[in-house]
Nanobody
Framework: QLVNSGGGLVQPGGSLRLSCLASGFRLEHYTIGWFRQAPGKEREGVSC????????YYAGSMKERFTISRDNAKNTVYLQIDNLKPDDTAVYYC??????????????????????WGQGTQVTVST
């Protein structure tokens, strides 16, 4: 099970750190992806972290403001978002696939690579 937290209402320019806590297994053995879904839009990849070599990937220009990291001691993967913009408003999800321990490469940004999802955490950026 994956549990998402850390979302909230924040003003433009603010920051948030989202959490993805694993229950019942060790996250360090698996690739973890972060995704978001805005109202009326498809779920899209934001960032992902490989368990094989520690590689991280970001969609488009998201590397400028998004940072994915792991804390294996806390069995948690984080997504730091800085300089939040109204377009970042969405529900954010983390995901993994416990049947795979190999590398994904940039395919880790695709929703179809995962079969286990967190419940999501709402991020709203507004004045």
């Amino acid at each position: 099970q994956l549990v998402n937290s850390g979302g909230g209402l924040v003003q433009p320019g603010g920051s948030l750190r989202l959490s993805c806590l694993a229950s019942g297994f060790r996250l360090e053995h698996y690739t973890i992806g972060w995704f978001r879904q805005a109202p009326g839009k498809e779920r899209e990849g934001v960032s992902c972290s490989s368990s094989v070599d520690g590689s991280t990937y970001y969609a488009g220009s998201m590397k400028e403001r998004f940072t994915i990291s792991r804390d294996n001691a806390k069995n948690t993967v984080y997504l730091q978002i800085d300089n939040l913009k109204p377009d970042d408003t969405a529900v954010y999800y983390c995901a993994t696939d416990r049947t795979r321990t190999g590398g994904y490469g940039r395919t880790c940004l695709r929703t179809d690579q995962y079969n286990t999802w967190g419940q999501g955490t709402q991020v709203t950026v507004s004045t």
